[in-house]
């Protein structure tokens, strides 16, 4: 009585159906997307917040960079615009492009850790 398995010609659990390397692939291509998702979150978060940087630095809004960013922050928080409305200009600007960020990468890593062990 060598043979252990329940029944023969059963796959374990822990076993995917069908070919081995298509199980490897799919694998590879949930990794590489929750990469790209990861990424993607934090690049939108990191213009968000040094938009926030150079506004209250004081940055030269008529250079070429600084419109760049600012253009890219706008698009990006556009959703976002005015939930919050201050006197203060440095505090509003903190609370409306912060915002966005803080949900950009909420969102953006918790889809690839999702994705990332799928």
């Known amino acids: 009585m060598s043979n252990i398995d329940p029944i023969p010609g059963t796959h374990a659990y822990d076993q995917p159906q069908g070919r081995p390397h298509q199980y490897e ?6 990794r590489r997307t929750a990469l790209a998702i990861h990424t993607i979150a934090d690049i ?11 506004h209250l630095l004081g940055a030269n809004e008529a250079n070429v960079f600084v419109e760049f960013v600012h253009g890219t922050a706008d698009w990006l928080a556009g959703w976002s615009q005015d939930i919050f409305t201050m006197d203060t200009e ?3 600007v903190l609370l409306n492009y912060g915002l966005p960020a803080i949900i950009y990468l909420l969102v953006g890593h918790g889809i690839a850790a999702r994705l990332g062990r799928a």
């Open 44 to 54: 939108a978060a990191a213009f968000l917040g040094l938009w926030i940087l150079l």
């Open 90 to 92: 440095g505090l509003r």
């Open 25 to 30: 692939r799919s694998r590879s291509t949930a």
